[in-house]
């Protein structure tokens, strides 16, 4: 059974920087992609970024450039370091699992995919709050 436990939430300035945690275990597949996704107040959940189990990473566009994914497979973590922070990117984060390739080829480019649909494995999520 997959499981997944994020931290690292909290409440920060805009301007600020936070790094997230996803601690996760329960799998031996060695396929598999990675995503953090969050839901700000009174709005559906988004995707904001993924990686694979081959270290092909995707952003959303409102984050790249300031947000950066990784994980060390030695730890079992999946991390989320965001930098510049604004008060848009307060919501809950949240970190999410499945097994097998998801995503799409786009100019000869593997990406990973950022769509909620795609994933079937979920954390129960961590709170960011940037104040202006």
């Known amino acids: 059974q997959v499981q997944l436990v994020e931290s690292g939430g909290g409440s920060v300035q805009a301007g600020g920087s936070l790094r997230l945690s996803c601690a996760f275990s329960g799998y031996t597949h060695s396929s598999y992609c990675m995503g953090w996704f969050r839901q700000a107040p009174g709005k559906e959940r988004e995707g904001v970024a993924a990686?694979?189990?081959?270290?092909?990473?995707d952003y959303a566009d409102s984050v790249k450039g300031r947000f950066t994914i990784s994980k060390d497979n030695a730890k079992n973590t999946l991390y989320l370091r965001m930098n510049s922070l604004t008060p848009e990117d307060t919501a809950v984060y949240y970190c999410?699992?499945?097994?097998?390739?998801?995503?799409?080829?786009?100019?000869?480019?593997?990406?990973?995919?950022?769509?909620?649909?795609?994933?079937?494995?979920w954390g129960q999520g961590t709170q960011v709050t940037v104040s202006s």
């Open positions: 990686i694979d189990s081959d270290g092909a990473t």
């Open positions: 999410a699992l499945v097994i097998g390739a998801r995503g799409m080829w786009h100019g000869g480019t593997w990406f990973p995919s950022i769509l909620e649909n795609d994933y079937n494995n």
